[in-house]
């Protein structure tokens, strides 16, 4: 039984010390396949996902803006990520989105960068992977009207209403730790709802480590407790999770 991370940030310093046992461990788990999602700590440097990808047969990388840094975005940015996204391990474009939780950058900006990276993606033919807190309606408007292809809602934890939207969009909804909460009833509905054919699983490491590891630092090692609980509220053998969402994100991803 093999797994795929379709997230996680194994840039993070939070690894520093252990990255490579951590590594080894999610192996030996099962886990063969990793996502480092590369937004790092913001422009000017992109590459904190394939500096992982580039030493790593597990690894595939996205490159990409995260709303947090979108006021360090510049026209530079914009043409490093078109030339980075014809590098054959990177799959995607992302973490991209809106934030209005924190902030840190201000609406518009992170409106306008989000908008701009959906047409590098769409120009390189790639799908977008989608980061949304408290914003939502802003980000299904923002898809509706400026993006035609597929990606990931990572970390999803809105309710079935809300992966209907997602579903609807053309996107696949990625479960992470979050879905393993007691309290989740609202997301645990949504992945009982979503089709077997667009469900994947993450891990967002350092952040939101499933239960029982909860509170500790998360690592990709543990996507298989997140898989686990699919397959409890499913109704489906931990083996067919395993399966189908390896296969969902090979068919979005690597071709
Ligand atoms: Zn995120
Ligand atoms: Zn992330």
């Known amino acids: 039984m093999t797994f795929v991370d379709s997230h996680c940030h194994l840039d993070s ?104 990276q959906m047409r590098i993606a769409r120009d390189a033919g790639k799908p977008i992977v989608i980061h949304t807190r408290e914003a939502w309606d802003d980000t299904i408007a923002l898809l509706r009207s400026h993006w035609k292809g597929t990606g990931i809602m990572h970390c999803f934890s809105g309710g079935p209403e809300e992966a ?23 997301i645990q509905e949504a992945a009982r709802i979503t089709p077997h054919d667009r469900i994947l699983i993450e891990t967002d490491a350092p952040y939101l480590a499933p239960v029982p590891k909860r509170g500790k ?14 397959a409890e509220l499913r109704g489906e053998p931990l083996e067919d999770i395993a399966a189908t969402t390896s296969a969902n994100f090979a068919r979005l991803a690597l071709h």
């Open 13 to 116: 310093k939070q690894f520093d010390s252990d990255r490579e046992e951590v590594i080894q461990r999610a192996i030996a788990s099962g886990v063969e396949k990793m996502v480092a999602i590369g937004t790092g700590d913001g422009p000017p440097d992109l590459e904190a996902g394939l500096r992982l990808a580039d030493r790593y047969p597990a690894f595939y990388a996205t490159v990409g803006v995260h709303p947090h840094d979108a006021a360090k975005a510049s026209e530079e940015t914009f043409a490093q990520l078109g030339e980075l996204l014809k590098h054959p391990k990177v799959i995607a474009i992302g973490e991209i989105g809106l934030d209005y939780r924190y902030d840190f950058s201000p609406r518009d900006v992170q409106k306008n960068v989000f908008i701009e």
């Open 217 to 230: 630092r998360n690592e990709p090692a543990y996507v298989v407790e997140t898989a686990r609980k699919l």
């Open 164 to 186: 209907r939207q997602a579903l609807d969009l053309g996107f696949y909804v990625s479960f992470g730790g979050i879905v393993t909460f007691p309290k989740a009833t609202q």
